[in-house]
């Protein structure tokens, strides 16, 4: 096995070391271990230089008339000379006597006295050699380890380069450790870390706990963590104390392998002075809006009051329900006399955890103000308006002033409150009248959460019956009442219901622009950038394109989102659709039943007639015409009551053949007549949405899509109002550019 030498010095290095003999003093700084020593002599000795190493003691004693001319004067272990006046001095002296005719080099594992006398003696003309020259590159480490004769896998290097950084020694001693076992061993740095951390003052130990527990960060982040004005001034500290910081433009970080035994021995030290540096790490992770980093540093202090005024101060707005899992563990060992000191947070937690689809448990933190404990359960019986209104009239009766609530998204998510809140066929005008008194009494008390929630109930109503108008008016009032109240679930909300209604009306264009608003609305919220996903997805659906949706809509798996419990009932409507698009016909039966099941108990009327709708078309498709229709008999049973055609009109394509035969009403005729001008638009609005077949123009994705749907040369004329010779024409075209022929091969080069 070589040393060390036999690698070093690196080009790099090499290169830089060339250039000393034009300075009369050259440091090389850089902490124990990084090889300083070793550089230098090989690099003197393979120039034929000669050189003269000095210690403290002989320093003071040498002559500079005894120095031959062009030797290299190397003073050794600098920072530690730098402390003794007398050495100083005659460091100096012998500076100002050689007068260049000898280079002096400085090695130093700290970069205090750098700027002292010596600098000064020059002018400022100090040559600085800093520990980033020596650091060892990926392919260095390669070189090294095939010079010792190690086969090392790319993994293997890779973690040796992790570890090690390019600090030489580290990876001196890993290449031994790989040697020796097989594998790198980081404890063989221990030794030499031990010799470094020792080397550090108080302040600058107590300074790295912070760091190692952070690793990256820049000079704004330190001093906001130690309490200090001047965070470069820190880090330089540190780093003239032989702390290996490295520093990649504005940011810097800790060695990996020196933060990591720092952490070891930070967690040696006393449980009040952990939880000291872990609160204040707390605070640092809450002033930058890194709310779960500092649960976390809050927890791991300890400290039950700044946890619950995190929770106080940040309203429940950005905490994230995908952590409710851990919060509500958490709270489960918070001792009651910190909560009754904090009941804003037990206001702001009970209704997280209420949210997540567990009420029962709010009962368990249910604040001793009567007023607020009103509140959870005007927020959180959703989606019973009924009891949400009971609480509401209590809260007023009591005449307290609850905790504002306006930060968090009031539909949860959801793109559609009928969906929720419509309990049973017929009851759409009614749950609009339930919601109008609830709001009427929550927003007073909530500072004005949830405005516009009501107008974009109406605008979803009269879209859903087909009354696009009424639909837009309803809408754009939702839309001004949640910008003026900052409501940016209710804007997306009514920003979905403007996109249908202009998607129906033929306009992609106005669509679009709504879809924008939307996304606008929806950003800096996990939660509802998956409603926004939502809205889109629905419109791929629609038009076919659903490859583009999300991975975890085209899997139809709820489990992967941030969505709570209410907004289920939308992703099941929008889930079903992206499978129907993708014609996963057993696969969507198989959704359907099950996601019936699930909302057995709320009753909900929209996704039920949703999800019948596609258990119809599926079951149809599959040749089962029994059960196609009596999915179709319960989607009928649930729209007919309150008017929704759109349902059906958005699907005709689908259902015009299966709706057809069926007896005639008025309904079923108001039905027809929507599926057939809808689905008549679709190759219109499937052109202008720029969703085109690979290779193909907008006029022959138009015809290719329709012959996927099964329709003959004279439909598909009659439906793009063109001459059927145009037709063939264009088909002859299609089966020449994707290289097939015939109607099922088109199918299945499309994947429909």
């Not at 107590?206 to 001034?233: C, H, N, P, Q």
């Amino acid at each position: 096995m070589q040393d060390i030498k036999a690698l070093y010095p690196l080009a790099p290095l090499a290169d830089k070391l060339s250039h000393l003999t034009a300075f009369p003093v050259t440091a090389l700084i850089a902490p124990l271990g990084y090889g300083k020593s070793t550089a230098l002599g090989m690099f003197l000795r393979r120039r034929g230089i000669p050189s003269l190493m000095l210690t403290a003691a002989a320093l003071i004693e040498l002559s500079p008339a005894q120095i031959p001319n062009g030797t290299v004067v190397v003073v050794e272990n600098y920072h530690a000379l730098a402390q003794d006046s007398a050495a100083e001095g005659a460091l100096g002296r012998l500076v100002a006597a050689l007068d260049g005719r000898c280079p002096v080099v400085l090695l130093s594992r700290q970069d205090a006295g750098m700027t002292k006398q010596t600098d000064l003696l020059l002018h400022g003309g100090l040559y600085r050699i800093e520990p980033e020259s020596f650091q060892m590159q990926p392919d260095d480490l390669q070189a090294w380890s095939r010079l010792c004769g190690l086969a090392l896998t790319d993994a293997q290097l890779q973690q040796l380069a992790q570890w090690s950084e390019g600090w030489p020694v580290l990876a001196y001693l890993g290449l031994l450790a790989y040697q020796r076992s097989g594998q790198l061993d980081t404890r063989e740095g221990d030794i030499l870390m031990s010799e470094l951390y020792r080397s550090l003052t108080e302040p600058c130990r107590k300074l790295l706990w912070y760091l190692s527990a952070v690793i990256d960060f820049t000079e704004e982040d330190a001093a906001a963590l130690w309490g200090s004005k001047d965070g470069s001034a820190l880090l330089w500290q540190l780093r003239g104390e032989g702390a290996p910081l490295l520093r990649d433009g504005s940011r810097w970080h800790l060695h990996a392998a020196f933060a990591a035994y720092v952490q070891e021995q930070f967690a040696l030290t006393g449980e009040a002075n952990r939880a000291s540096v872990h609160r204040r790490l707390g605070r640092w992770r809450q002033s930058r809006g890194e709310i779960e980093a500092a649960r976390q540093a809050y927890e791991a202090a300890g400290d039950w009051d700044q946890l619950l005024s995190l929770l106080e101060d940040d309203a429940g707005a950005h905490l994230g329900y995908s952590y409710a899992k851990q919060w509500t563990h958490l709270m489960l060992s918070c001792p009651r006399e910190a909560l009754s000191r904090h009941p804003s947070a037990q206001f702001y937690f009970a209704r997280m955890i209420a949210a997540f689809g567990s009420p029962e448990a709010v009962q368990r933190w249910l604040p001793a103000s009567p007023s607020q404990a009103a509140m959870i359960h005007a927020a959180v019986c959703d989606p019973d308006l009924e009891q949400m209104t009971r609480a509401c009239r209590s809260i007023r009766e009591s005449g307290e002033k609850p905790p504002s609530t306006a930060l968090e998204p009031f539909t949860l998510g959801r793109l559609s409150l009928l969906g929720s809140y419509c309990r049973a066929p017929g009851q759409a005008q009614a749950t609009l009248k339930y919601l109008e008194e609830y709001l009427n009494l929550y927003l007073p008390l909530s500072g004005n959460h949830g405005a516009g929630a009501l107008e974009a109930a109406q605008g979803e109503l009269a879209y859903l019956c087909g009354r696009f108008a009424d639909a837009a008016i309803h809408a754009h009032s939702a839309q001004l009442a949640a910008r003026e109240n900052q409501q940016r679930s209710v804007q997306t909300y009514a920003c979905f219901v403007l996109a249908r209604c202009a998607f129906a009306q033929r306009s992609w264009d106005g669509a679009k622009k709504y879809l924008a608003q939307l996304q606008a609305a929806a950003s800096g919220s996990r939660m509802l950038r998956q409603t926004a996903q939502l809205a889109e997805a629905w419109f791929s659906a629609i038009l076919g394109q659903a490859g583009g949706c999300p991975a975890w809509l085209r899997e139809a798996d709820v489990s992967q989102t941030e969505l709570l419990p209410p907004a289920y009932g939308g992703f099941y409507t929008v889930a079903g659709a992206v499978l129907l698009a993708q014609k996963e016909w057993p696969r969507l039966i198989a959704c359907c039943e099950r996601w019936l099941q699930q909302e057995a108990g709320q009753q909900s009327v929209l996704p039920a007639l949703y999800l019948h709708l596609y258990l119809a078309i599926a079951y149809d498709r599959l040749q089962m015409p029994t059960e196609a229709g009596a999915a179709l008999r319960r989607a009928l049973a649930l729209a007919q009551p309150d008017g929704f055609v759109m349902p059906f009109a958005e699907f005709g394509g689908y259902l015009l053949p299966l709706l057809t035969p069926l007896e005639q009403t008025q309904f079923l005729s108001a039905c027809i007549a929507r599926c057939t001008r809808y689905h008549r638009n679709l190759p219109r609005l499937l052109a202008s949405s720029g969703a085109l077949i690979p290779g193909l123009t907008a006029r022959e994705s138009q015809v290719a899509q329709l012959m996927c749907e099964g329709l003959s040369n004279a439909d598909i004329a009659q439906q793009l109002d063109i001459n059927i010779n145009t037709v063939k024409t264009t088909i002859r075209h299609i089966n020449a550019k994707l290289g097939v022929q015939g109607r099922q091969a088109l199918k299945a080069r499309l994947g429909r």
